[in-house]
């Protein structure tokens, strides 16, 4: 039962362009959403998160939108840089639960 | 901010053999999690602590698998009688106490086991 999906595994995108990257979900009790990024042989690392309350989030470069009737979340970044190359994960938690709940990931790669 | 450190980075071991990984958390976060990941996939919930106690185990774990985070600060992982099917990455993560809302988990660079 995958709660949380990430249904494009890949993305390739040219340096200054926007890249945008989709995530659904299934349980309507989630209350907050998080971006990860992970390179390789590294752990994940925080990028930027919503509450459920929210329809957007701006960080610099990243924007997340909510869009809590369709249970889908995007995240946009502006402009793409090689350095954003990387596997992005969308995760969810309850606001009564310690427990992040990951979606597949999908492999950014920004062109120069 | 020495952030999350977990030890050894590798392991290979063999089939039936029993390993244990560490996980030191960020010094004044009292939670602390492991997850799994695979290729291909994201990262699986295992276990998390709250402090010293265990509040949660994942039906993924079988009996094979225990956790301990004695007095609150590191953790240690240990899968007995090892099989192929554990080869993954195993990521410990910690996060700060107060309301879990999107408070974020911070996350070590894994442990990447092999059962050969």
Not at chain 1, 52 to 68: A, H, P, W
Request: hydrophobic letters at 30%; glycine letters at 8%; charged letters at 20%.
């Amino acid at each position: 039962d995958q709660q949380v999906k990430q249904n494009s595994p890949s993305l390739s995108v040219q340096e200054g362009r926007i890249s945008i990257l989709n995530c659904d979900y299934t349980n309507s009790m989630f209350d907050y959403f998080l971006w990860y990024k992970k390179y390789p042989a590294e752990g994940p690392t925080f990028l930027i998160s919503i509450s459920s309350i929210k329809d957007k989030n701006e960080d610099g470069r990243f924007t997340v939108f909510l869009n809590k009737s369709a249970k889908h979340l995007s995240l946009h970044i502006v402009p793409s840089q090689p350095g954003d190359s990387a596997v992005y994960f969308c995760a969810a938690r309850m606001d009564s639960s310690y427990k992040l709940i990951f979606g597949s990931g999908t492999r950014l790669l920004v062109r120069p | 901010d020495t952030g999350v450190s977990q030890n050894p980075r590798h392991k290979i071991t063999k089939r039936g053999q029993n390993v244990t990984f560490r996980c030191d958390p960020i010094s004044e976060h009292n939670r602390l999690y492991w997850y799994r990941q695979t290729l291909g996939q994201g990262p699986e919930f295992l276990t998390y602590f709250q402090n010293e106690a265990q509040l949660e185990k994942s039906r993924l774990l079988s009996d094979r698998f225990s956790a301990e985070r004695p007095k609150g600060s590191f953790s240690t992982l240990e899968i007995q009688r090892t099989e192929q099917g554990d080869s993954a990455m195993y990521l410990c993560a910690s996060s700060s106490p107060g309301r879990t809302g999107n408070s974020p988990l911070h996350f070590g660079n894994g442990t990447r086991l092999t059962v050969t």
